[in-house]
């Protein structure tokens, strides 16, 4: 019944843990026991010996998580609109506080009451100017929507001072993201704001998982006047930035095994626009002949585009994922093959390929240029890695296009169907 009882109120110990807090009171809890020594017959020595030893005790005991105690849970919640924590100077500050404090308490002497009261109103006044730093501030958030993995993106907070006379001081921006989620932020800082005036604030990020992240809220902090306090508010919201992959991995030496890397104009660029029939237009690259320039598309759009024809819009291949049947899922790897796929799939459309995407509940039609790229990249960006990949790999599954580039997210391996040369394997 008891274990039970502990088990509820999470007052299990759960290690020992070594804090600044801990060690200023161990030097407060030895002075009291020197105090015994000296003293032995003052009774009030001893009791206040045994109280410092058992707050001392419980500081470098670890009852729970840090991140999960009453206090912290309690100042989240709504009904706490600031959020205050202590810096390393404030530490200091209230621990040289409570100890002058008791020293005058047991001395009486009236100057260890002067300067214990001078340290407390240098606390009530660092709460009051950080309020008013803090007050009557709006501010707006421009997210962008979408970004690639391991890429620095920006998020530019807005902040007005809405006070008629008073500036703001040391502020500073920062996104309210999930702890386990790996996104890298470094906070913007904003010296002073003006009565009446709107600043703006970068925000660094770097995501490294791929997919919707959520972006919860904003937090405004400032550590004005004296830094012993860092007194935030927080404005929640639900917002969410799509993280595609960054398709960079080099694939040319993959591809070279297989026949799709062997075709007569795969390299070369030399002969376009030698087609009969008109197929599309896109941006001209170094190499193309300005016989196939559009001139009024160019003249529109202002930068040189060029025609395409039916010779050149007819090499497709469509990437496809599978995965090892039975296998237990290792999510790195896949997301490794995901990212594979997506390097793949940007080789053969900077190569004027038509590419599309086949998955388990994903089908993506073969098209050329970078509107055919981005969806594939959406697509891959938003792929559940914890699905069964093996269904479309089944020999079953008799609706496939001609030319497959499988790629199995569990191994890595990377094959082709389709237009396959001599002594080349087909799954």
């Given at each position: 019944?008891?274990?039970?009882?502990?088990?509820?109120?999470?007052?299990?110990?759960?290690?020992?843990?070594?804090?600044?807090?801990?060690?200023?009171?161990?030097?407060?809890?030895?002075?009291?026991?020197?105090?015994?020594?000296?003293?032995?017959?003052?009774?009030?020595?001893?009791?206040?010996?045994?109280?410092?030893?058992?707050?001392?005790?419980?500081?470098?005991?670890?009852?729970?998580?840090p991140r999960n105690n009453l206090f912290q849970k309690m100042m989240q919640t709504k009904f706490f609109p600031r959020k205050l924590t202590f810096t390393?100077?404030?530490?200091?500050?209230?621990?040289?506080?409570?100890?002058?404090?008791?020293?005058?308490?047991n001395t009486g002497i009236n100057l260890l009451y002067l300067l214990m009261t001078m340290l407390l109103s240098i606390i009530v006044a660092s709460g009051i100017l950080s309020e008013l730093t803090l007050k009557k501030l709006r501010w707006k958030i421009d997210l962008p929507s979408e970004t690639t993995v391991s890429s620095e993106t920006l998020a530019i907070l807005s902040?007005?001072?809405?006070?008629?006379?008073?500036?703001?001081?040391?502020?500073?921006?920062?996104?309210?993201?999930?702890?386990?989620?790996?996104?890298v932020q470094k906070k913007g800082t904003l010296l002073k704001l003006n009565a009446g005036k709107e600043e703006q604030i970068p925000v660094h990020l770097i995501?490294?998982?791929?997919?919707?992240?959520?972006?919860?809220?904003?937090?405004?902090?400032?550590?004005?006047?004296?830094?012993?306090f860092t007194k935030s508010r927080h404005y929640e919201f639900n917002r969410s930035v799509l993280v595609l992959p960054k398709g960079e991995e080099p694939v040319a030496q993959t591809l070279s095994r297989l026949t799709i890397k062997q075709l007569e104009d795969f390299e070369t660029v030399d002969n376009r626009g030698q087609g009969l029939e008109f197929h599309s237009v896109r941006q001209m690259y170094s190499g193309d002949d300005w016989r196939s320039v559009?001139?009024?598309?160019?003249?529109?759009?202002?930068?040189?585009?060029?025609?395409?024809?039916d010779s050149l819009a007819g090499r497709r291949a469509t990437v496809c994922l599978t995965g090892n049947r039975g296998s237990q899922i290792v999510y790195q790897q896949r997301e490794k093959g995901i990212e594979l796929a997506?390097?793949?799939?940007?080789?053969?459309?900077?190569?004027d390929f038509q590419v599309g995407l086949l998955g388990p509940n994903l089908r993506i039609e073969e098209e050329r240029g970078p509107s055919s790229l981005k969806r594939i990249f959406v697509a891959l960006a938003l792929l559940d890695a914890g699905q069964d990949f093996q269904t479309i790999g089944s020999h079953k599954n008799r609706n496939l296009p001609e030319t497959c580039i499988w790629i199995n997210l569990d191994s890595l391996n990377v094959s082709q169907t389709g237009s396959v040369a001599k002594g080349e394997s087909v799954i």
């Open positions: 019944m008891k274990d039970r009882l502990l088990n509820i109120l999470n007052m299990y110990p759960k290690g020992v843990k070594l804090s600044l807090t801990g060690l200023i009171m161990l030097f407060i809890t030895g002075s009291s026991f020197y105090m015994i020594i000296k003293f032995p017959f003052y009774t009030r020595f001893k009791v206040i010996f045994v109280i410092f030893f058992v707050v001392n005790t419980l500081l470098f005991i670890r009852f729970r998580e390393m100077e404030g530490k200091y500050l209230v621990f040289i506080t409570l100890g002058i404090g008791f020293a005058a308490v902040i007005r001072n809405g006070k008629r006379r008073l500036s703001s001081f040391s502020l500073e921006g920062e996104l309210l993201i999930p702890e386990n989620k790996g996104i995501f490294s998982q791929r997919g919707k992240q959520e972006i919860r809220g904003v937090s405004i902090e400032t550590r004005f006047p004296f830094s012993f559009h001139w009024k598309k160019t003249a529109a759009g202002q930068e040189f585009v060029i025609r395409e024809f997506a390097s793949i799939a940007k080789f053969l459309v900077y190569h």
